[in-house]
């Protein structure tokens, strides 16, 4: 291709989260020469641990499971250890506008009837979860939102409150932009159980943080990993892309891998355009815009569970950490624009929708929505997308491959959709080029 280029190489890895960098780990054990271009200062995307409020936090993504084959499979690899936070011993959830008080298995008996109901057809519309949009039956559901068929089940006020706040915790986003199937989809990888989904999605994380499995997988891998590193264009035919960073370098490739989130894809810079499932799609947006805020009060308290409505700043806030004198919750609201997380004095005043007792000492978070390397949450489909655009958003253009959390089969949205993403498209990248004519074979064989 023409014009002047700084570096040559065999695959560019456009994003260094985690599917970034699984991505690169195969390529560079199979023998590619890759270079990661990540354009924030530091590794892992959407997963993000930092130390705040006096602990290791998840300002991103967090929870896994051992019925998420891909993530464990990691935290087996590399020997991590998985722990949770402490077991709640109370409950607070809305009646209307009464507080109730009780157990979390009292909560959970209160929206077990619902969520049967919800979720009965689970495996009739997707019974492959690892192919989920096989089944024809599929498209009639994904015209609905999960607001439309909680609507649908005329439950009384503290159950339909306490399950409706249950749904915007998983969703992260407002309930009648959510699409029903992406419930129908986390339901369906835990073989219809709503209370494994529940589990899965919830309460194990890593004890190191993911940050101990970001470094993992970066020490594994052979890849340059460059941090610092936006790229702004990407030019591809036939022969293979050259890629144009925001400091004027250019790195030429056979392959590139575009990792990034579906509310973004669409702004890059991209010739020929990437086909126009992926950019209706990103025109679109994704569902999921909410709010996850960590909040260290005054101790010692009960850990507990809280849930209340999705009219609410927070919808669900539960306890995290405790010690001897201080506490540290996590909270989650459908629509950051309605919380400040920075803001003491708002997270406050959004605790006593439950109760008054509990004094804010700090708060923390990280706007994913203004964030311009996201513009997003964790993956959660509007009505219609995963029908109409999954297969195109999967689908590689040329020289061009993608690898997404945001597009990946059976857990999309978790660490280990970013894996399976990583693992698929590496395997159809190795499968296309021949490792003996790659530039690492090269310069081994020149300096025998």
Same mark, same amino acid.
């Given at each position: 291709?023409?014009?002047?280029?700084?570096?040559?190489?065999?695959?560019?890895?456009?994003?260094?989260?985690?599917?970034?960098?699984?991505?690169?780990?195969?390529?560079?054990?199979?023998?590619?020469?890759?270079?990661?271009?990540?354009?924030?200062?530091?590794?892992?995307?959407?997963?993000?641990?930092?130390?705040?409020?006096?602990?290791?936090?998840?300002?991103?993504?967090?929870?896994?499971?051992?019925?998420?084959?891909?993530?464990?499979?990691?935290?087996?690899?590399?020997?991590?250890? $998985?722990?949770?936070?402490?077991?709640?011993?109370? &409950?607070?959830?809305?009646? /209307?506008? #009464? %507080? +109730? =008080?009780?157990?979390? *298995?009292?909560?959970?008996?209160?929206?077990?009837?619902?969520?049967?109901?919800?979720?009965?057809?689970?495996?009739?519309?997707?019974?492959?979860?690892?192919?989920?949009?096989?089944?024809?039956?599929?498209?009639?559901?994904?015209?609905?939102?999960?607001?439309?068929?909680?609507?649908?089940?005329?439950?009384?006020?503290?159950?339909?409150?306490?399950?409706?706040?249950?749904?915007?915790?998983?969703?992260?986003?407002?309930?009648?932009?959510?699409?029903?199937?992406?419930?129908?989809?986390?339901?369906?990888?835990?073989?219809?159980?709503?209370?494994?989904?529940?589990?899965?999605?919830?309460?194990?994380?890593?004890?190191?943080?993911?940050?101990?499995? $970001?470094?993992?997988?970066?020490?594994?891998?052979? &890849?340059?990993?460059?941090? /610092?590193? #936006? %790229? +702004? =264009?990407?030019?591809? *035919?036939?022969?293979?892309?050259?890629?144009?960073?925001?400091?004027?370098?250019?790195?030429?490739?056979?392959?590139?891998?575009?990792?990034?989130?579906?509310?973004?894809?669409?702004?890059?810079?991209?010739?020929?355009?990437?086909?126009?499932?992926?950019?209706?799609?990103?025109?679109?947006?994704?569902?999921?815009?909410?709010?996850?805020?960590?909040?260290?009060?005054?101790?010692?308290?009960?850990?507990?569970?809280?849930?209340?409505?999705?009219?609410?700043?927070?919808?669900?806030?539960?306890?995290?950490?405790?010690?001897?004198?201080?506490?540290?919750?996590?909270?989650?609201?459908?629509?950051?624009?309605?919380?400040?997380?920075?803001?003491?004095?708002?997270?406050?005043?959004?605790?006593?929708?439950?109760?008054?007792?509990?004094?804010?000492? #700090? %708060?923390?978070?990280?706007?994913?929505?203004?964030?311009?390397?996201?513009?997003?949450?964790?993956?959660?489909?509007?009505?219609?997308?995963?029908?109409?655009?999954?297969?195109?958003?999967?689908?590689?253009?040329?020289?061009?491959?993608?690898?997404?959390?945001?597009?990946?089969?059976?857990?999309?949205?978790?660490?280990?959709?970013?894996?399976?993403?990583?693992?698929?498209?590496?395997?159809?990248?190795?499968?296309?080029?021949?490792?003996?004519?790659?530039?690492?074979?090269?310069?081994?064989?020149?300096?025998?």
């Amino acid at each position: 291709m023409a014009g002047s280029t700084d570096r040559e190489v065999d695959v560019v890895v456009v994003g260094g989260g985690i599917a970034g960098l699984v991505t690169a780990r195969e390529l560079s054990r199979s023998g590619f020469d890759v270079v990661v271009l990540e354009a924030r200062e530091r590794l892992g995307g959407r997963v993000f641990t930092d130390h705040r409020l006096g602990r290791d936090l998840e300002i991103g993504g967090n929870w896994l499971h051992w019925v998420q084959p891909h993530a464990w499979a990691e935290v087996t690899r590399y020997g991590l250890g $998985v722990t949770r936070g402490p077991r709640p011993e109370e &409950a607070y959830w809305l009646a /209307g506008d #009464e %507080v +109730r =008080r009780g157990t979390l *298995d009292e909560f959970m008996q209160l929206i077990d009837p619902g969520m049967r109901r919800l979720l009965a057809d689970t495996m009739r519309f997707i019974p492959r979860p690892d192919d989920p949009t096989a089944a024809p039956a599929l498209a009639e559901a994904d015209r609905h939102s999960v607001q439309d068929k909680l609507d649908e089940l005329q439950l009384g006020v503290e159950e339909y409150h306490a399950n409706e706040a249950a749904w915007v915790g998983h969703f992260n986003a407002p309930l009648p932009d959510g699409a029903f199937t992406s419930a129908l989809r986390w339901t369906a990888a835990t073989a219809g159980s709503w209370h494994l989904m529940h589990e899965a999605s919830a309460v194990f994380r890593l004890a190191g943080g993911t940050k101990a499995l $970001v470094a993992a997988i970066a020490a594994d891998t052979d &890849a340059d990993l460059r941090t /610092g590193a #936006e %790229v +702004r =264009r990407i030019e591809h *035919d036939a022969d293979g892309a050259r890629v144009h960073l925001a400091d004027g370098q250019v790195v030429t490739a056979r392959r590139v891998v575009l990792t990034l989130p579906q509310n973004i894809i669409g702004d890059l810079d991209v010739s020929p355009p990437l086909n126009e499932g992926k950019l209706a799609a990103s025109r679109e947006k994704a569902a999921s815009r909410g709010t996850k805020v960590w909040i260290r009060v005054r101790g010692p308290i009960t850990p507990f569970f809280a849930y209340s409505r999705a009219a609410e700043p927070l919808s669900v806030v539960r306890t995290e950490y405790i010690g001897d004198d201080d506490a540290v919750l996590v909270g989650f609201g459908a629509d950051s624009t309605r919380l400040d997380v920075t803001d003491r004095d708002a997270v406050q005043r959004a605790l006593r929708v439950w109760r008054n007792d509990l004094e804010v000492l #700090e %708060v923390t978070g990280h706007d994913w929505m203004s964030d311009p390397y996201s513009r997003e949450t964790w993956l959660m489909n509007r009505p219609g997308q995963v029908t109409r655009y999954l297969a195109a958003q999967q689908a590689s253009e040329g020289v061009l491959h993608f690898a997404s959390s945001d597009i990946a089969n059976l857990w999309a949205g978790f660490i280990d959709g970013a894996v399976e993403s990583a693992l698929r498209t590496a395997r159809e990248i190795t499968g296309g080029l021949d490792p003996a004519r790659s530039r690492t074979a090269a310069r081994v064989g020149s300096a025998t």
